[in-house]
């Protein structure tokens, strides 16, 4: 931050949402890019949970009979493979989208028509996994989709296909997306902005792009054989001919142990930049926070047969994966107690961030511990297939990832909106969610150690587990509520929400330095950094303790227009035709070799179009001097 | 955005193929690590060692191996602006792959009258999907190549263009590489 600057006050910028459907179809901005990915993944939000909630309806009591055993395991498989590929991992994708550029000073990403492809790709394969419903036959395999459960001879009908093809379709935007934010987050800081000046979401989100690098190759390979297998009778998994079905546990789980990582670690980074804004102190031993999640990442790649101790590996293998699994307990705990050291003597303000920011640390900490449990092999074969590792798996991705995720959707919803979401239905929200959460999952760890299997569609009355059972079906439907609380304070925010200022939490890092919803081109000047907190630095000067100082100036740090010419890149419908050509590609193979073919041609054309379009070309958006 | 200096001081589309091969170096070591898993546990034949004709794929390793080589010769061509030069060796990089790919082409023909196909047996599937896989990276090289000459013939390929030549060209070994890995597991460890 360069302190000569002259300070403006906020400026009503026109909006940078305005503009009809094509401008939305053709757009290359980072931050409408980011909202897309935040709109969808909300939207499907609402699929999964009710997929979950007509599963939990089920379950209420013993012999269910309001869906049969093909449907449940129908619901089953949707709900997660929706909630992990079309919620959460989109919903941080739209946190990367949005705040990576201007947590790091840049103008958009390194490849902004790249980032438009990533996100049609994803949403195209999405659609392509529920066109499943409309076929009736949605994929019934599990999330996992285990050989030989989704083999030709066992499971014939078309669901495996949509399945297997739209998450390749997706995998390749993942890919796509990854390359783009290492670029970024590697090359395009703005001067200053040292490796370790970095905010820790940045940080959190490096490590995530590396993760989803190296982890989906192993889950495209495994497709690849799967399809072949499907489509061209090859035996990849097919045991009568040699081959073993634990060849696709592997490479499911190299990829899929990673994915774990790929979903906690943005929530891990969450809490990180929102722990400090409200406790008004830095990140206790930030270094400590940053070498810890890289551990992480590095540590899960060398973990995933933990998943497998069941299969019969032998002890070698099982020893091996078992230590590696107990490991990663360290980074993690040291992150833990990092946070707690943040919080301990600061100036705590609380608002609805912090809640949702405490209540995935204290869940977590809960999933965290019984994930060490199941990381003994004796006691993972206990465990395993039982409803013990359906509430962890859930204390994990719903008390980690999801409140995680909304403390950044309630930090930051100001500075893409501009509105302040309402406090006292935001605390509701969380208060209703925490309430739910554990009722609903806290009891599966006593249905799990009575016995109770994942995945069956109904149990018998003398059993004894309909207490339980509905216990947790109540506490889901608090979920919904919490959630259509949240639904509602979002609509009321966008309708009549108080004005959000630049800067409504006094935060530290550089996306608060300018009005919001951010001008088009984020920053009208380059920023210098000379700090892992700058905007704190800029407005409180040197200090670690900046509760004994008052803020010199409430305004932006950002001048009111640029100082220099700024060129913005173009619009381009290229990138979604180029997506919408691939997802044709794989559709195509459920409709013939004619569809694929003419399907690539498209797509070969769109990608020629595209990389023969300049970027910055003729009526491309200008702003600043000699504009 | 390629305008603008980098944090680095490399440019984005350069540290973008890196960062791509990275990840292809995970796609072909699940492929690679499958076929190794699968050694010797097809229940038919043929065998590798029935059917693996090593001295052909020799000469087309040292093909794809002379292409890389033209590679370079095509980028210093383009940096220094010899435009005569620059379309000789691109020329030479596409001829060489065409070569490769042609070799591919007649191996994997003998083997389908030997009675080794996708579907015979494990060995079949994991080498076929394996170098089949490889000579699909290897055909986007060669249509990549084609573009950057056509270019070159249009006029559009200085050396203020040479990026997109070392980007390609970036790929083009590595693709090269892979193929080594793929000689030395699959044709002479056997």
Same mark, same amino acid.
């Given at each position: 931050m360069n302190p000569s600057t002259a300070t403006t006050s906020p400026q009503a910028h026109e909006s940078i949402y305005a503009g009809g459907l094509k401008s939305w179809l053709t757009t290359v901005d980072h931050k409408r890019i980011g909202v897309l990915y935040g709109v969808t993944a909300l939207i499907y939000f609402v699929v999964g949970g009710v997929e979950a909630l007509i599963i939990r309806v089920q379950l209420?009591?013993?012999?269910?009979?309001?869906?049969?055993?093909?449907?449940?395991?129908?619901?089953?498989?949707?709900?997660?493979?929706?909630?992990?590929?079309?919620?959460?991992?989109?919903?941080?994708?739209?946190?990367?989208?949005y705040l990576i550029p201007l947590m790091i000073g840049a103008r958009d990403v390194a490849f902004p028509r790249l980032n438009a492809f990533s996100f049609w790709t994803f949403f195209f394969g999405s659609i392509l996994l529920n066109l499943s419903f409309f076929i009736g036959d949605p994929p019934d395999a599990g999330w996992f989709g285990y050989a030989n459960l989704t083999s030709k001879q066992y499971n014939p009908g078309m669901g495996i296909d949509f399945w297997l093809l739209s998450l390749q379709v997706m995998g390749v935007a993942s890919i796509?997306?990854?390359?783009?934010?290492?670029?970024?987050?590697?090359?395009?800081?703005?001067?200053?902005?040292?490796?370790m000046r970095m905010p820790l979401f940045v940080w959190?989100?490096?490590?995530?792009?590396?993760l989803m690098l190296l982890a989906f190759p192993p889950i495209t390979v495994a497709f690849i054989f799967l399809l072949f297998d499907r489509f061209f009778g090859t035996h990849f998994y097919i045991p009568d001919a040699g081959g073993t079905p634990i060849l696709w546990q592997h490479l499911f789980w190299i990829f899929g142990h990673p994915e774990v990582y790929i979903l906690i670690l943005p929530s891990f980074g969450v809490v990180s930049e929102v722990l400090p804004t409200f406790a008004r102190k830095p990140l206790f031993g930030a270094p400590f926070v940053i070498f810890s999640g890289i551990l992480i990442g590095f540590l899960g790649f060398g973990v995933w047969s933990h998943h497998m101790f069941t299969t019969g590996l032998g002890a070698v293998a099982d020893t091996a994966f078992s230590l590696a699994t107990m490991l990663i307990a360290i980074p993690t705990a040291v992150k833990i107690f990092n946070w707690i050291a943040t919080l301990w003597g600061g100036h705590i303000r609380f608002q609805t961030p912090l809640y949702f920011a405490v209540g995935m640390v204290s869940l977590f900490i809960i999933g965290g511990l019984s994930g060490v449990m199941h990381a003994s092999p004796p006691v993972d074969i206990q465990q395993h297939d039982s409803y013990f590792v359906v509430a962890h798996?859930?204390?994990?991705?719903?008390?980690?990832?999801?409140?995680?995720?909304?403390?950044?959707?309630?930090?930051?919803?100001?500075?893409?909106?501009?509105?302040?979401?309402?406090?006292?239905?935001?605390?509701?929200?969380?208060?209703?969610?925490?309430?739910?959460?554990?009722?609903?999952?806290?009891?599966m760890h006593f249905l799990g150690m009575d016995g109770m299997p994942r995945r069956i569609y109904t149990y018998a009355a003398d059993l004894g587990w309909d207490q339980w059972n509905l216990i947790a079906t109540i506490g889901a439907f608090v979920i919904a509520v919490s959630v259509l609380v949240f639904y509602v304070n979002a609509l009321k925010s966008l309708r009549s929400?108080?004005?959000? !200022? #630049?800067? &409504?939490?006094? +935060? @530290?890092?550089?996306?608060?330095?300018?009005?919001?919803?951010?001008?088009?081109?984020?920053? $009208?000047?380059?920023?210098?950094?000379?700090?892992?907190?700058?905007?704190?630095?800029?407005?409180?000067?040197?200090?670690?303790?900046?509760?004994?100082?008052?803020?010199?100036?409430?305004?932006?740090?950002?001048?009111?227009?640029?100082?220099?010419?700024?060129?913005?890149?173009?619009? !381009? #419908?290229? &990138?979604?035709? +180029? @997506?919408?050509?691939?997802?044709?590609?794989?559709?195509?193979?459920?409709?013939?070799?004619? $569809?694929?073919?003419?399907?690539?041609?498209?797509?070969?054309?769109?990608?020629?179009?595209?990389?023969?379009?300049?970027?910055?070309?003729?009526?491309?958006?200008?702003?600043?001097?000699?504009? | 955005m390629e305008s603008h200096a980098t944090t680095f001081g490399v440019s984005n589309r350069k540290l973008a193929m890196w960062v791509f091969i990275g990840s292809e170096c995970m796609f072909f070591g699940s492929?690679?690590?499958?076929?190794?898993?699968?050694?010797?546990?097809?229940?038919?034949?043929?065998?590798?060692?029935?059917?693996?004709?090593?001295?052909?794929?020799?000469?087309?390793?040292?093909?794809?191996?002379?292409?890389?080589?033209?590679?370079?010769?095509?980028?210093?061509?383009?940096?220094?602006?010899?435009?005569?030069?620059?379309r000789i060796w691109l020329g030479g990089v596409i001829v060489l792959g065409a070569l490769f790919l042609g070799g591919q082409v007649y191996e994997f023909a003998?083997?389908?009258?030997?009675?080794?196909?996708?579907?015979?047996?494990?060995?079949?599937?994991?080498?076929?999907?394996l170098t089949g896989f490889h000579g699909a990276h290897v055909t986007v090289g060669v249509i990549w190549m084609i573009t950057l000459l056509v270019m070159s013939l249009r006029g559009d390929l200085g050396p203020e263009r040479a990026m997109d030549?070392?980007?390609?060209?970036?790929?083009?070994?590595?693709?090269?590489?892979?193929?080594?890995?793929?000689?030395?597991?699959?044709y002479l460890i056997q």
């Open positions: 209420a009591s013993a012999d269910g009979t309001v869906v049969g055993a093909d449907t449940f395991n129908q619901l089953f498989t949707m709900h997660g493979t929706t909630m992990v590929f079309l919620v959460l991992m989109p919903l941080s994708a739209a946190l990367f989208n796509a997306s990854a390359i783009n934010f290492t670029v970024t987050i590697l090359n395009m800081r703005a001067p200053g902005m040292s490796l959190m989100a490096l490590v995530v792009q590396v798996l859930h204390y994990v991705f719903f008390g980690g990832t999801v409140f995680g995720l909304f403390g950044g959707i309630y930090y930051w919803w100001p500075k893409i909106t501009g509105r302040m979401l309402g406090e006292g239905l935001g605390k509701l929200h969380f208060w209703l969610m925490l309430i739910g959460m554990n009722l609903t999952f806290f009891p929400g108080a004005e959000a !200022s #630049g800067d &409504p939490w006094d +935060a @530290a890092t550089l996306e608060w330095t300018m009005s919001s919803p951010p001008p088009e081109y984020n920053f $009208a000047e380059v920023p210098r950094v000379n700090s892992a907190r700058p905007y704190w630095l800029h407005k409180y000067g040197p200090t670690r303790d900046i509760s004994t100082r008052t803020r010199a100036d409430g305004t932006p740090a950002q001048p009111e227009h640029p100082t220099e010419r700024v060129d913005l890149p173009s619009p !381009s #419908g290229w &990138p979604i035709l +180029a @997506a919408l050509a691939l997802t044709g590609v794989a559709g195509g193979a459920l409709v013939g070799l004619p $569809a694929v073919l003419l399907a690539g041609a498209v797509l070969v054309f769109a990608v020629y179009r595209w990389a023969f379009q300049p970027l910055e070309r003729v009526g491309h958006p200008t702003f600043g001097p000699d504009s | 492929l690679i690590a499958t076929y190794l898993a699968y050694e010797g546990k097809s229940l038919v034949g043929p065998t590798p060692e029935e059917i693996l004709n090593i001295p052909l794929t020799s000469v087309s390793t040292f093909i794809l191996l002379m292409s890389s080589l033209s590679m370079v010769l095509a980028l210093d061509a383009v940096q220094h602006d010899n435009r005569r030069l620059a003998e083997f389908y009258h030997h009675g080794l196909t996708l579907q015979r047996n494990l060995f079949g599937a994991t080498f076929f999907v030549v070392e980007v390609a060209g970036l790929y083009w070994h590595f693709v090269d590489v892979v193929w080594i890995v793929i000689f030395t597991v699959v």
